[in-house]
């Protein structure tokens, strides 16, 4: 072998090690946000939107105005103020997909009861329309049978004012729906039967509003979700029918109710 090979045998091999150790870095730079450690309660955490068309200091005013409307939406959701969500703005965080949530990463956020971390791009306009891209990370599914990480593509036509995209970004359904499903999870696991009426509810809210996003035809990992949904429904009603520790009206369904739910889909 050359003396040439082996050099670049070498450096291939230092290029690798460095992967290695540069992959995890990125990781533990998104792994947390300060401010989540200020917010009490259930959080939806929102890094940055990041406005193609926008200068600087233009893409700062469009980051507050979402964090206004949007944190004023969820707190008009007819939600008890124990469980009530709370918007945490990440300014200058964009995490770089998966590799952003290993999984201590993930658990250190549940842990800090974050149940959905949000953030996207919205494109120049092209062709008449306007194109966002928004990225959404489910916390706590299980990832040996979900995919917590979901991606979707949104389209209108182009509106009069970046202002008008901001209100249609606060007014997306999905956000309240992804943080219902792991609130509902969060609610059973941490209070049992005292938590199954209020996790019920979260779940058909779920549902609900997951199916106006996704339309009569959805597939992929928005079917995927759905159907997993569905069944969080299903095993709640069995769960409640059986558990003596549950006083509440799922108690009193009879089983065909509960069987015949279930094999509709899971909805009541």
Same mark, same amino acid.
């Given at each position: 072998m050359t003396h040439r090979r082996i050099a670049h045998r070498a450096l291939r091999v230092v290029a690798a090690a460095?992967?290695?150790f540069v992959v995890p870095a990125v990781a533990s730079a998104q792994a947390v946000c300060t401010d989540i450690n200020n917010v009490p309660g259930f959080k939806i955490v929102l890094d940055d939107i990041q406005f193609a068309a926008a200068p600087a200091d233009d893409q700062k005013v469009l980051m507050r105005l979402l964090i206004? =409307? /949007?944190?004023?939406?969820?707190?008009? /959701?007819p939600d008890p103020a124990p469980s009530r969500y709370h918007l945490v703005p990440c300014p200058g965080r964009t995490p770089v997909g998966e590799a952003s949530f290993p999984p201590l990463t993930v658990r250190d956020l549940v842990t800090r009861d974050v149940l959905l971390e949000v953030w996207g791009d919205v494109f120049r306009p092209s062709g008449g329309k306007q194109l966002v891209a928004m990225n959404y990370v489910m916390m706590p599914l299980p990832r040996d049978t979900m995919n917590p990480f979901l991606q979707r593509q949104y389209e209108r036509k182009i509106v009069s004012?970046?202002?008008? !995209? !901001?209100?249609?970004?606060?007014g997306f359904d999905e956000i309240s729906a992804y943080a219902s499903v792991?609130?509902?999870?969060?609610v059973i696991d941490a209070?049992?039967?005292?938590?199954?009426?209020?996790?019920? #509810?979260?779940?058909?809210? #779920?549902?609900?509003?997951?199916r106006r996003a996704y339309g009569a035809n959805p597939v992929g #990992?928005?079917?995927?979700? /759905?159907?997993?949904?569905?069944?969080? =429904?299903?095993a709640l009603l069995r769960r409640a029918r059986n558990d003596a520790a549950y006083k509440g009206t799922m108690r009193l369904l009879p089983q065909s109710t509960v069987d015949r739910t279930c094999a509709s889909g899971g909805n009541q």
């Open positions: 460095l992967g290695a206004s =409307q /949007l944190g004023s939406r969820l707190e008009d /959701l004012s970046p202002d008008e !995209v !901001v209100e249609w970004l606060a792991g609130r509902a999870i969060r209070q049992g039967a005292p938590g199954y009426d209020s996790a019920k #509810a979260d779940f058909a809210t #779920a549902a609900q509003g997951l #990992a928005q079917k995927q979700l /759905l159907e997993y949904v569905d069944a969080q =429904q299903c």
